[in-house]
């Protein structure tokens, strides 16, 4: 018996079809040694010689892989096929003491019979580059973690952190929050000359004067256009036509993947991570069992394996007709800075379409599943051809112009459609009339708009991936885990679909430009993901990418623990008495707001949360109190009496004051409709 070691028990029920009798496998269920969860564990003075331990609730585990291990005939680790992959294999191998020339690492870019297969004929030894440049990472990022974060927490507020990425990525947030309070809007003029031809209405819009590009900034210009065009006829000067292209878009990599789940399906970060793993390791489909339905979902390359290609296209032979398959096969290039170790995200296989599987498939599960199953599937298709014309018209000095679109053949956009950020229209007109040069069209009339220009846009989650992609900040494996762990410590807040930075955020931000701006910056971040790559594919040695990091770091650590500078908010002194020892009850802020808190620290330990005035949404249905809105202790949000606990009134949808006519239940709110809030009643009023 074989024993196949891997990271998720969710994947064994795929694995187990093609492995077949012979195999065992076995979950660590992720990392079973790590560096410990306190204390800083790394040996600055040995040459940054991390300490290793086995994860406290693995132990069990790990007396079970040792035994299976001893009796089996050979020992294969197929966990991720990623760096972080990689390091578990080599702690695996570590705690079985096999040594490094053992030949017992297998990875598969996707969980199908060929690739498992194929992966078995193929073991090889731990690629210690790539262990070495995770080992790397995580030293980096515990040694700014560790070391940087009890500063923020002297300096601005308890219970703080900060990272090497984290707080590279609030920055960016920060500095967007900046340019927008910092943006002085400018006024401009759009203006459009409605145009006559037969029986169409043409729109033809202000370009140029006296052949030189303008934009009108105030009403005194546009007053000046008015009177000089008045009453003229707009002469066509040129038409211009062509045949113009549009290329398919490239197969998914983590981040685009990320970025049009969030834009198109208004899936977040963590849902649409949580789906792809999911699709990655085995969903069920009816007819097939437990089955993988995409490739490695971690990934930075768009590259594409020859036969996946080879099978799309004849798919698309089949199912399109000839006239969508390009005369030479797609070939999408991958970014310099991208580790290009796996293939883009795809389907396994194009046999199971997103509608075959639709019935076994959860609403995200399907709905991701659709969108990369399109995304790749029009990657191999032709191009769409569009006929485009561009006519200009001269009245007085004043030059307008009208763009003309027709699409001619979809070609990938049959199956696929970008998406644009603010879904604007690109200005084009559909089919024109005839048009000659040489030709006058009466003009009906000239309408103009005033705008102002506008601030840069917030980040979105989605935008914040694509901004964190392109500077080389983080890997894809991080996105998503960074941008939470920024909302869920409040240093960022969502609006909509906008992120804002809170002022604990801008606090923190400030206080590392101030002091850490040598290290906490895209440019420096940037330069490290480079140098973690040389350790990976140039056997750079990691010690020499930690030191001489530290020793700058270290420097700066000093400096900033020798600074009498102070952010934290001075405590306010309320005119509450303490309950326990009667002092003055003081307002502080800490890690989750602020708190009431004993003036007589330390000897009294007095605390209590602030008392916060509670909202009215209504009146109450039994008793025509005010209805209020109230958290429970989970924070979720209920309506309840003021007067309680006199009315002991409680709903978690939001009542109207009102009882419903055909049942005298009281009505709520809910869904843009008021219904009965009995659910045995069917009254709904819109």
């Known amino acids: 018996m074989k024993l196949v070691v891997i990271e998720s028990p969710s994947k064994r029920e795929a694995l187990k079809k093609y492995l077949g009798s012979g195999y065992e496998i076995f979950a660590t269920k992720g990392h079973i040694r790590d560096l410990p969860q306190k204390g800083l564990a790394i040996d600055i003075n040995n040459n940054f ?9 693995k132990k069990e585990l790990i007396t079970q892989l040792k035994n299976k291990a001893k009796s089996a ?52 030894k731990i690629d210690l580059k790539l262990v070495n440049a995770q080992q790397a990472r995580r030293i980096l990022d515990r040694l700014v973690g560790y070391k940087l974060s009890p500063i923020l927490c002297k300096k601005i507020a308890p219970k703080l952190s900060a990272g090497r990425v984290q707080s590279v990525a609030l920055k960016l947030v920060v500095d967007r929050e900046r340019e927008i309070r910092a943006f002085v809007p400018q006024e401009y003029w ?94 069920e489909i009816k007819g097939e069992g437990k089955i993988a339905l995409i490739t490695y979902i971690r990934t930075d390359s768009v590259r594409v394996s020859s036969d996946a290609q080879n099978a799309c296209l004849e798919f698309i032979r089949e199912n399109y007709g000839p006239d969508y398959v390009p005369n030479k096969p797609n070939i999408y290039h991958t970014k310099d800075n991208a580790q290009d170790a796996h293939e883009a995200i795809r389907p396994i296989t194009m046999a199971i379409t997103p509608q075959r599987a639709k019935e076994t498939l959860s609403s995200d599960h399907y709905r991701l599943y659709k969108l990369i199953y399109e995304r790749f599937l029009a990657s191999q298709m032709s191009e769409a051809q569009y006929a485009t014309v561009s006519v200009s018209f001269d009245c007085a000095d004043y030059g307008f112009k009208l763009n003309g679109k027709t699409m001619e053949f979809p070609g990938y956009t049959a199956v696929y459609k970008e998406f644009v950020e603010e879904n604007n229209s690109d200005g084009m007109a559909g089919k024109l009339p005839r048009l000659d040069e040489g030709e006058s069209l009466p003009c009906e009339k000239i309408e103009s708009e005033q705008k102002f220009t506008k ?50 955020g801008e606090k923190i931000t400030t206080y590392l430009e101030k002091y850490f701006s040598g290290v906490i910056n895209v440019k420096f971040t940037a330069f490290m993901e480079q140098r973690l790559d040389d350790i990976a594919h140039k056997n750079e040695d990691w010690h020499n990418v930690v030191s001489s990091f530290y020793s700058g770091f270290e420097n700066l650590l000093e400096k900033a623990g020798q600074s009498d500078e102070n952010m934290k908010v001075p405590p306010k002194e309320t005119d509450q008495i303490c309950e326990k020892c009667g002092g003055k009850m003081l307002l502080r802020t800490g890690r989750y707001g602020e708190f009431l808190a004993c003036s007589n620290f330390p000897k009294c330990k007095n605390t209590r949360p602030v008392a916060k005035p509670l909202k009215k949404v209504g009146i109450c249905p039994e008793c025509g109190g005010d209805m209020v809105e109230r958290k429970s202790k989970r924070g979720k949000t209920f309506y309840s009496c003021s007067r309680y606990p006199d009315c002991n009134f409680m709903s978690w949808d939001i009542p109207t004051g009102k009882k419903c006519p055909k049942c005298s239940s009281y009505l709520i709110r809910k869904g843009g409709v008021i219904k009965c809030s009995n659910s045995g009643c069917d009254f709904v009023e819109s």
Request: aromatic share 6%; hydrophobic share 35%; charged share 30%.
């Open 455 to 504: 601030p840069p846009t917030r980040y979105s989650e989605a935008t914040l991936v694509k901004a964190m992609e392109e500077k080389g900040i983080g890997r894809p494996a991080t996105y998503a885990s960074t941008i939470t762990v920024l909302a869920k410590r409040k240093y960022t807040q969502k609006e909509g679909k906008y992120l804002h930075p809170t002022e604990l």
């Open 73 to 124: 005939d050979e020992v294969l680790i197929a966990s991720d096929p990623d760096r972080e992959g990689e390091a578990i294999a080599w702690h695996v191998a570590n705690i079985l003491g096999f040594d490094s020339e053992k030949t017992c690492r297998i990875e598969f870019n996707e969980i199908s019979k060929k690739a498992v297969s194929q992966a078995l004929t193929k073991p090889r």
């Open 190 to 283: 759009v203006v459009s000359a409605l145009l006559k031809k037969d029986k169409h209405q043409l729109r033809a819009t202000l370009a140029t004067y006296k052949k030189k590009k303008i934009t009108l900034k105030s009403q005194a210009e546009v007053d000046e256009l008015l009177k000089a065009v008045k009453d003229k006829e707009f002469k066509i000067t040129e038409i211009k036509k062509a045949k113009t292209k549009s290329h398919a878009p490239a197969p998914f990599t983590t981040s685009t993947m990320q970025q049009d789940a969030l834009n198109k399906l208004g899936m977040s970060l963590t849902k649409t991570s949580a789906a792809a793993q999911a699709l990655y390791e085995g969903v």
């Open 49 to 57: 010689t991390p300490k290793y331990e086995i994860v406290p609730d």
